[in-house]
């Protein structure tokens, strides 16, 4: 595996920005996905991939061709899926990435904000990389290793693959989505033309894990309607909208209910966004659990607190619409029962460790396994996603994308 050359793709990768736009009609929703895409196929056409493109959405698909006795075999067809796109919660503009070789231990200041320190006590996984090659950023900005980490590892193992023809594998499609961070990674998906019989996303964090289950997701936009009138003459006649929506916000439950008071398996409601006036205010409430059927429960709590809120502010209307995001990929896995058990002899062969575990969130691969693709999700070395204090490990993103050459060559060895 070349080293240097994963992380110099990497780091050219970081400095696009790529942030989805939230209120943006566009897709995608920010130009620098498509300038990243434009880049990414340029490196994919000097590899000599084949049908390498960026599609009119912005997709970028490329192939690795099969080799060796697979090829006889017909072996299956192996997708691998990361997202262009960063998260907005914090801005990916001007990503000014600081490369840490051989780290010595303990807190990591960061240069362009002495208040963002990268702490060991928050970071206990920092405790086993001493030694390792960290990336930060400079504490202004995300770094955006979700997902620029998972596409650097893909694109490594590609051509690591391509200069080695000797390593027998069957078809590899390379995909690469838009907008995954705001619910629509897989909007425009062609799923004929993937044509592939399973799936691996690169976007998970640390190392050694094989993600097998996600929340299921919806998404609430909670409308809240007053009237507004020059404050001078607003007695009996204003309705005061942000009252309203204060209320409702301090109504929702908080301790085993949000994401700040629980962990593990347990759901949550989320408000992350409000916006408006007097007149209106605009809430986003996150509704997630690993339990599908629990959605339903959760939004007819939020549809409860409304008319509680409305009661107490008269005139005030409030409007709950729900929109589906994503759901548990948990049941869809079984369509392929090779798909997580392959993944775990690829680390086998390397002598590796791998656990199964749980995403407190979702990924492509979530909306990929309902549509049929079997889809679990895989480590990429990235740590501490959508804030200041991201960073990701070299070593990681190095041994995650070993684990894909033997994967492949896992698959390889069966028939489709």
Known sequence: ?????????FLRYVQIDTT?????????????????????????SEMRLADVEQDAHGLVWGTVPATGGATKRKAPVVAFNSHLDTSPETTGKNVRPQVIRGYAGGDIPLPGDPSKIIRVAENLELKELIGATLITTDGTTLLGGDDKAGLAVIMEMAAYLIEHPEIEHGPIRLLFTCDEEIGHGVDHVDFKKLGANVCYTLDGAGHGEIDTETFSADLATVTVSGKNIHPSIAKGRMINAIRAAGEFVARLPRDGMSPETTDGRDGFLHPYHVEGGVAEVIMKVLLRDFVTAKLTQQAELLRTLAKQVEAMFPGVSIAVDIRPQYR????????????????????????LPAKLTIVRGGTDGSQLTAHGLPTPNLSTGQHNPHSPLEWACLDEMTQAAKVLVELVQVWGGESS
């Open 328 to 351: 548990n990929m948990a049941e869809g896995l079984s369509v392929e029962p090779r798909a997580v058990p392959f993944a775990q002899e690829a680390f086998r062969r390397l002598g």
């Open 20 to 44: 989805a736009g939230i209120e943006s009609a566009a897709y995608p929703s920010s130009p620098g996905q498509l300038e990243l895409g434009r880049l990414i196929v340029g490196e994919m």
């Open 1 to 9: 595996m070349n080293i240097e050359r994963l992380l110099q793709r």
